[in-house]
């Protein structure tokens, strides 16, 4: 039987933890052969610590094959030794009446200390994945705590942003959602991402054909996906949770797994692919192979989807612009 691997998660006594831990000790992450030993990190205040706890008990009580150990951590030094995965949930979002500038300068200091210490302690090929808001500039903040890690190694979730897109066009078209391919997301996980179905197909034909309708494009769908997170928030009083949660296993498992030649979409650093500036942590279409993304080149940005793209890399730019003086 495999060794078992590391995978550390912060945040993991909130709601998207409650919702991704069971399935990462289940194996649906990285496989049904492959145990895990889980290092989970909280902040240091006794309320998170306790739930935290309680959390663990229920995890032990799943009586998981696959969970090898399980740890509770308040200091990101401990909690990412050694390990293979990081999985960044915990941050702090932005809340009513809360100040730009603060929000980057909380979110700063939270990204800043866990880079170093992946930095310090984790494996050489820890994938990192930030699903924690900004999840784009927070990934970019740690990359650029973390000098020593290969810059690859940092990904931002917009995979949310794919599923999403993928069931409003499985909805549009009556097709079963698995048997769209091509999609692609590009840019910052925001209301500014630019879904982008013009290559996507339903077993060989053209998506762009079926649905044939620019207006619904531009008027309706990437609206819906847009702001579909705020449509949760507004419906159920809480931000999506499972759909994350189920976001980030996809993630995760893809980039380990492979996707034998799909398409996903993943936030990762530019290398100029498309015009981004290198380092920007953009989202891009990717397959990926033995464990490592590759972004899908060669297809054409028509007029539109340009505008799109700078749009969210206008963004995204203002972004890093203004976690600049931390770095
Ligand atoms: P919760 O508030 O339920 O949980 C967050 C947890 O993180 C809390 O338990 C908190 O104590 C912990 N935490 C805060 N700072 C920490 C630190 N420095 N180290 C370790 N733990 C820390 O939020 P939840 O609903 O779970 O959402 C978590 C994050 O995901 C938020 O930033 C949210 O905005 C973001 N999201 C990102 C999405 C994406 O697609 N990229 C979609 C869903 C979600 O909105």
Redesign the pocket.
């Known amino acids: 039987s495999k060794k078992p691997v590391r995978v550390a998660v912060?945040?993991a006594?909130?709601?998207?933890?409650y919702a991704l831990l069971f399935r990462i000790a289940s194996g649906e992450m990285l496989g049904k052969d492959q145990p895990v030993i889980l290092q989970l990190?909280?902040?240091p205040d006794e309320k998170?610590q306790n739930a935290l706890k309680g959390v663990i008990m229920e995890l032990e009580d799943c009586a998981f094959p696959l969970l090898a150990g399980v740890e509770a951590h308040s200091d990101p030094m401990s909690a990412f030794k050694d390990t293979d995965y990081a999985l960044l949930?915990?941050?702090?979002?932005r809340g009513p009446g809360m100040e730009r500038a603060e929000l980057l300068a909380v979110n700063g200091a939270?990204f800043t200390t866990q880079g170093k210490a992946l930095n310090a302690v984790a494996s050489r090929n820890v994938k990192v994945l930030v699903?924690?808001?900004p999840?784009n500039t927070n990934a970019y903040i740690a990359m650029k705590s973390a000098p020593d890690l290969p810059r690859k190694n940092f990904t931002a979730?917009l995979r949310?942003d794919h599923n999403r897109a993928a069931s409003q066009l499985a909805a549009k078209t009556g097709k079963p959602v698995a048997s769209i391919e091509k999609l692609a997301v590009w840019g910052n996980?925001s209301p500014t991402m630019y879904a982008d179905y013009r290559n996507a197909t339903i077993d060989g034909q053209s998506v762009k054909a079926l649905i044939n309708d620019e207006q619904w494009n531009r008027e309706t769908f990437l609206p819906t996906v847009g702001k579909r997170?705020a449509a949760i928030i507004a419906a159920r009083g809480l931000?999506?949770?499972a759909s994350?949660a189920n976001?980030a296993i996809d993630h995760m498992r893809d980039w380990a797994l492979g996707t034998n030649g799909k398409w996903v979409t993943m936030g990762i650093p530019s290398n100029g692919e498309y015009g981004i500036p290198k380092d920007v942590m953009f989202g891009y279409p990717v397959t990926c192979e033995g464990g490592e993304y590759k972004i899908v080149e060669g297809i054409t940005i028509d007029e539109f989807s340009q505008e799109c793209i700078n749009k969210t890399l206008k963004e995204l730019t203002d972004e890093q612009d203004g976690v600049k003086h931390l770095l």
């Open positions: 912060t945040g006594a909130g709601q998207i933890g990190l909280e902040i998170a949930v915990g941050s702090r979002p939270i699903v924690g808001n999840a979730m949310l996980h997170g931000s999506s949770a994350a976001a």
